[in-house]
């Protein structure tokens, strides 16, 4: 049974529209992070899409509703991989997104406008759907994502979504559209299956990350919860506070550290104690953290197993040695819920004197410093100093 381009559209508006207004008004009542704001502007594209793409086929000579929708079918993977990314601490480089949803519009104003058809600009559309897809799959295996269950079905949604448009670019680009394969598996109905299931897992996927990361708001006029249940900042109000304070800090030209501490062996542990013991030992690391850090400090949550400190310190050996407090903290306790086993952390140390007073280049050092002392073996500090003077390694 054949079914009408109109239907097709009908259907797909439908899924976007209710899935999109679901994971928005999600976002509303709850105090999201980067990560949700970004998914959230990548259901708006996908609605965007849908309302674009309604209009070409009411109106066929609205050639401008074909790019308008092309840049959205690209915007849409390229916003949820952006998300990705800063669900994992890293930058969204939505900027990429963006660019690529502009080439997708170009496209088609370059392959005849209003006399390029259906088509026009679809080669690289598709490209564009494929290659974003893979790397959204490809960064929901990296940590601390790749720990998380939920986000299998975001990996396998970005796989099945990027091989099946990167086989759909190859055969357009090497038989065209009115070819029998293309138009019997690869058309748009086929297309329209495989983004509606898109869209189907991925809500749920993405509603349940978020709603480990962020409380829910109980009322309009309750105040925001700064502190998570184990008494450590949430993402936003970490960032608020040290931004202040790095303000500050730069106006007195006093040096701040931030000192990333991340569980070594994290996704080991959950398959070897399960999650409820992994989510016990999370808890007590960030005790540990806590009672071993220096006292004048602010501690962030900024990903499950990693926290980040920032504190004063008038030179950065001071910051190496309650690195180094808390790494021997951790050693000496061993811990009931799982078996006496004790704890290690990869530590890695950025200062305001080396990098300036901006968060985000902070953030990023500490990670990249995080992840030489993870590479190197784990349980060791790591100094991150500008390029010109290289990197210290100090091991725990």
């Known amino acids: 049974?054949?079914?009408?381009?109109?239907?097709?559209?009908?259907?797909?508006?439908?899924?976007?529209?209710?899935?999109?207004?679901?994971?928005?008004?999600?976002?509303?009542?709850?105090?999201?992070d980067r990560a949700g704001r970004i998914w959230a502007l990548s259901f708006m594209a996908a609605v965007l899409t849908s309302f674009a793409y309604a209009t070409w086929i009411v109106v066929p000579d609205a050639w401008w509703a074909v790019a308008l929708g092309n840049a959205g079918v690209v915007l849409t993977p390229a916003l949820l991989w952006s998300?990705?990314?800063?669900?994992?601490?890293r930058s969204g480089l939505a900027w990429v997104g963006l660019a690529g949803a502009g080439a997708a519009a170009l496209a088609v104003l370059l392959d005849g406008g209003a006399d390029g058809g259906a088509w026009a600009g679809a080669a690289l559309m598709f490209l564009l759907v494929a290659v974003f897809s893979g790397l959204g799959a490809a960064e929901t295996l990296r940590a601390p994502m790749r720990g998380n269950w939920?986000?299998?079905?975001?990996?396998?949604?970005?796989?099945?979504?990027?091989?099946?448009?990167?086989?759909?670019?190859?055969?357009?680009?090497?038989?065209?559209?009115?070819?029998?394969v293309f138009s019997g598996a690869l058309g748009t109905e086929a297309a329209a299956f495989v983004l509606m299931s898109l869209i189907i897992v991925t809500l749920p996927s993405l509603i349940i990350l978020q709603s480990e990361r962020v409380p829910r708001l109980?009322?309009?006029n309750e105040l925001t919860l700064s502190y998570n249940a184990d008494a450590v900042l949430n993402q936003d109000s970490f960032r608020d506070i040290v931004e202040d304070w790095l303000d500050r800090a730069n106006f007195h030209d006093e040096q701040l550290v931030f000192m990333r501490v991340e569980l070594d062996e994290l996704e080991a542990l959950d398959t070897a104690f399960g999650r409820s013991v992994g989510a016990q030992l999370l808890t007590d690391f960030t005790q540990a953290v806590r009672r071993y850090a220096s006292p004048n400090s602010d501690i962030g949550l900024v990903a499950p197993g990693a926290l980040v400190v920032v504190a004063p310190y008038a030179r950065l050996e001071q910051a190496v040695a309650d690195g180094d407090s808390v790494q021997q903290g951790l050693r000496q306790n061993p811990l009931e819920a799982a078996q006496g086993i004790r704890l290690s952390a990869s530590i890695g140390l950025a200062g305001t004197d080396f990098f300036g007073?901006?968060?985000d280049r902070l953030?990023?050092?500490?990670?990249?410093?995080?992840?030489?002392?993870r590479a190197s073996g784990g349980d060791a500090l790591v100094i991150a100093e500008s390029s010109a003077r290289g990197r210290r390694d100090r091991r725990g």
Do not use: E, W
């Open 150 to 180: 939920t986000a299998r079905g975001l990996t396998a949604m970005f796989v099945i979504v990027g091989l099946f448009y990167a086989t759909r670019t190859a055969v357009f680009v090497a038989r065209g559209p009115d070819d029998p």
């Open 218 to 220: 109980r009322g309009r």
């Open 363 to 373: 953030m990023k050092a500490a990670m990249d410093a995080a992840a030489d002392a």
């Open 83 to 89: 998300g990705c990314r800063a669900y994992n601490g």
């Open 1 to 32: 049974m054949t079914i009408d381009l109109y239907t097709i559209q009908l259907a797909m508006s439908t899924v976007t529209i209710v899935a999109g207004v679901m994971f928005i008004l999600d976002t509303v009542l709850r105090n999201t």
């Open 357 to 359: 007073y901006d968060f």
